[in-house]
């Protein structure tokens, strides 16, 4: 069973910058998308920011256009997520996610704290 592994998360104070990281546990053919989710307590889980394996749109949250950055790397299954400018109301689990062949793979979760 693939897993995926992420990292990167921690406490940081506003302004400062986290780079998280997700990668799968062995290599995953046909990987559609991938992509970085968050859940704040009391909130939905919600898309940060998504890339398809296919072509160069890529999708950001209205709330972190311009601070966090995407990126992939397809022949590793891996991908980041560049957040920069941290706001305290940015503070959540953070997911990452890929679509394979044959349903939705969610990574643990990894906690990302901004301090005020």
């Known amino acids: 069973q693939v897993q995926l592994v992420e990292s990167g998360g921690g406490l940081v104070q506003a302004g400062g910058s986290l780079r998280l990281s997700c990668a799968a546990s062995?290599?995953?053919?046909?990987?559609?998308?991938m992509g970085w989710y968050r859940q704040a307590p009391g909130k939905q889980r919600e898309l940060v920011a998504a890339?398809?394996?296919?072509?160069?749109?890529?999708i950001y949250a209205d709330s972190v256009q311009g601070r966090f950055t995407i990126s992939t790397n397809k022949a590793k299954n891996m991908v980041n997520l560049q957040m920069n400018s941290l706001k305290p109301e940015d503070t959540a689990v953070y997911y990452c996610?890929?679509?394979?062949?044959?349903?939705?793979?969610w990574g643990q979760g990894t906690q990302v704290t901004v301090s005020s």
């Open positions: 996610k890929m679509d394979s062949p044959w349903g939705e793979i």
């Open positions: 062995r290599a995953i053919a046909g990987i559609k998308r």
């Open positions: 890339m398809p394996s296919g072509g160069p749109t890529i």
